[in-house]
Every structure is written in C-alpha cells, then in structure tokens.
C-alpha cells in the first residue's frame, strides 16, 4: 500500500502496479515503501496491513 495525503493509492498488487499508477519509476515505488515501513516500524507486507487497519487508513471489507 502505498498512501499520497492519508489515502490509499493502491491497495494489494506490486510495487510495480503502484509506481505505473502513481508515474513513477519502480525503484523509487520501492524506496518509498521501504523508508515507510523504518518510519511505521514494520518489517513485512501483513504488518503494514495491521497497522493500515489499526490507524483507520483503510477499514475491513464488508461481506
């Protein structure tokens, strides 16, 4: 996930499909992700998940 102003630009999907939405190359994608995850004390995608739940960044899908 990445998130421009406290909304979700891409949730799921690559890194990749995030820099092609967003115009940006890749690499840089990955670089933001990467100093995202020191900042929010992270180490992996499903601890993202809990924190984009916990923070009220995103809310659960309804069934």
Do not use: F, Y
């Amino acid at each position: 996930m990445i998130a421009l102003s406290r909304r979700p630009v891409c949730i799921g999907g690559s890194v990749w499909n995030s820099a092609e939405r967003l115009v940006i190359s890749p690499l840089t994608a990955e670089a933001h992700v990467n100093r995202a995850m020191i900042k929010l004390h992270c180490r992996d995608r499903a601890q993202r998940v809990v924190w984009a739940h916990e923070s009220g960044l995103v809310a659960p899908r309804r069934r």
